[in-house]
Every structure is written in C-alpha cells, then in structure tokens.
C-alpha cells in the first residue's frame, strides 16, 4: 500500500516507520523544514526505543521517506492518515487548529479518491468535521472517505505496541474505505474492531480516561493503606488477581504525567460537558492525581522539617522511563514544588535532562553527570521515575554518598525490607512505614 503520514511526531514517525516496516510504502510530511532535514540526515529527533533502527532500515529499502509537502504525500498515497498535534486549551477543551489546517491542505490537493485517516486524540464527532472541511474547500469535488484509526501506543515502548497491537479500530462508514484500511493492517495479524466513526472516537478518550481512574483508584487507597499500616503493593496484587480487574495500571506513585492522560482527561471532561453529559467522575480522578503530589512532598516536608537550603538529589525527571519526553512530568512538578520552597535540587536523567534546561521548565535546578554524583552530599533522595539504571545502582555508594540516607520512593521501586537492612531511611507510596 502507497501511505502517505502527515505529521512526524511520537505517534506519525512511529506509524509511518512500522508500516513501512511490514511493507507499505510510506511518505511522512511534516511542515516543520528542520524536522524534515534531521529525519533526512538519518537522525531521529526523538528517543524511542528501536525507533531508530526501524527508520534506518526501511528508508534503506526505500520504503520510507520525509517531505515537507502535503501535495507530495497525498499525490503517491491512497491513504492518508493524520498525525498533527492536538494540545489543550486553556479551558480543557481541544486545540484542533492543525486538524483544520491539515484537512483544508489535504482539500486543496486532493484530484482522486483518498481516505483521510485521523489518527491523532480528538474529541467526538471531529471527523465530521474534517470531513465537512474536506468537502467545502475541494473545489474540484472529489471522491473521499474520512476515517477514523485511534493510536493507543505508550511512549517508551512504542514500536513494540504498534507492532503487536491488542486491537485495532477502525471507525469508518463505507466499505471501500474499510477494505483498503483492513488491507494495511493485514500484516499486524492483530483483531480489528470496525465501529462508526463517532465511537472509534469515543473509545480513544474512554480507554485513556479509564486508565487514569485507575491509576487514582490505586493511589486514594495508597493513602488509606499509609493511613492504615496496611501495604498497597499487597493490596495491587490482590484485587489485580481479580481477572475482571486485572493487575496492570495498579502502580502507585506521584501520579500520571505525559502528554496524553492530563490532556485527555481535561479533554473528555470538557466534551462531556459540551454534549450535556457531564462525567464528574473525571474530575475527582484529576484531584487525586494532584492531592497525590501534594501529599508526597508533604511526607518529604515532614521529615526534613525545612527544606530552605537542603540539598535534595532527584533520579528520574521524564514523564515515565525509557523516553525523553518531559511533557506533564510529575518529577518536574516536584522538583518546582522542591526549588520553591528554596532547597538545592541536584538532578539526574539518562535522556530527560538536556530537553529540561533548552526548554527551562526547572530553573535552578543542578544537572548532574550520574546518578551517584546527583546524591552527593544529599540530604534525601527521591525516586521520580523508575528508570531500570536505577534499579542496577549499588547502594551502599548511594549511602556512602549522602550526607543522610533517606528515600522519597516515589515509584516503589525499592524493597522497603532491604533499604532498612542497608540502613537507609525509606519512604515508599502507601507502604508500612511510608
Ligand atoms: C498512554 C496510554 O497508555 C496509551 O495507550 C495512549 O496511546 C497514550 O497515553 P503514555 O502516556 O505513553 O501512554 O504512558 P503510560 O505508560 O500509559 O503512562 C502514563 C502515566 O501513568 C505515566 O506518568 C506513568 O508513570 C503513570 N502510571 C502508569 C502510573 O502511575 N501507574 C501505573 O500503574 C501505570
């Protein structure tokens, strides 16, 4: 298949290099003349594992390649899929200034049939739109489909997910769009789900928002079990056994980050909303999610009294491990929490740190070469994001390090058990003793 992606970001790049990984043919637009030229060069501008590799391979076979025309893209393509940004507002509510931009571009070319695929977060009923869009500046009227083909990929382990997907929607109103749609995924050998487009829509938003519930269902009880003596872990794994529940998404922590759970949430409150069905429930997830933060640097407060002057070391500044993306970071969040309050933050990222200082989202912080230079002289370390280096670290250097060994385990990485027998002081979320 001749596939054209417009939008080279996290979710474009990694769609456009996988299909072309199986095959198909495949044009990335993007309109950002920098992004182009770096893919161009063969460098990746983002940090995905093995993203790298699949790009260079299949450009090699000629089966992928980056252009900044959108006249290009949709001329070699039979399907074109849309991958541009959709960032909140200040209200909550969507920013889809680029998927009008993208749908009156693609009109303006477009002399033969195409399907137009979204495959970026929108709310609801967009594809009408862009449909509607398509339709009043093609001025020459062509035949199209608008379709809608939701991502659910996670950062740090995406090309692993677009790979070997567990469903693939389609929402789509017309059987030519479909049979070209399905004729894409046939190499995937994942089950596909055909829906309307309306709820291919929906189930983006409904899938993320029940994610997110169930990272605050965890983190409400993680305050009860610290309330309670009781353990959370423990509790995780035993609801989680529960096969109707399911273990998956039962981490506490600091709470979710990212570029999707906070923007989704505020999102699907909003839409809710505009439609007359407000989902309040949303918004006590949010609150959680917050008072969660609140709480842990409240623990941190509590224990060092003040924290005017008092070197603190962070590990860990991404939104999770194994990317670079520093978008809604919680850790970042803590790290202001930290700085405001006037203590010294030595930090340290294996791939978050450089993006942090370009895009000054933590001044005053201390960058630090390593994890064991970030503890030097500390007063206390918190675990932000769970980054498997940490893991591997040999701990009594840690202690050896520290001016006094107490952990903020933000991320229950650590055995509490064994941080004691190693003598250090150890906080976890919602653990005995934490
Ligand atoms: C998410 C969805 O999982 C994905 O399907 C969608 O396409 C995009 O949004 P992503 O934002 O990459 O993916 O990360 P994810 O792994 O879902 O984690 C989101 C946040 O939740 C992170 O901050 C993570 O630390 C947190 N989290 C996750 C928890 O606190 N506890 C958990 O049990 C799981």
Redesign the pocket.
Known sequence: MDISIIGSGYVGLVTGACFADVGHNVICVDNDRKKVETLRSGKVPIYEPGLEEVIHRNVSAHRLRFTESTEDGVKHSQVVFIAVPTPPLANGSVDLTYIEKVAREIAAVLTEYRVIVDKSTVPVKTGEKVADTIRRYNKAGVDFDVVSNP??????CAVNDLMNPDRIVIGANGDRALALMKKIYEPFMAPIMVTDINSAELIKHA??SF?AL??SY?NAISAICEASGADVEKVADGIGADKRIGR????A?L???????PKDLAAFIAISEQLGAPFTLLKEVQEINKTQRERFVKKIRDTLWVLKDKKIAIWGLT??PDTDDVRSS?AIDVANDLLREGAVVQAYDPKGMARIEELKLCPGIEMKGSALEAVSDAEALILATEWNEFNNIDLDEVKKAMHTPIIFDGRNLFDPGTMTQLGFQYYGIGRAGG
């Open positions: 991502e659910f990929l996670r950062e740090g899938a993320n994610l169930k990272i965890i998956s998404f039962l981490n922590g709470g979710y980050g990212g570029s999707c759970f939104f999770k919680v």
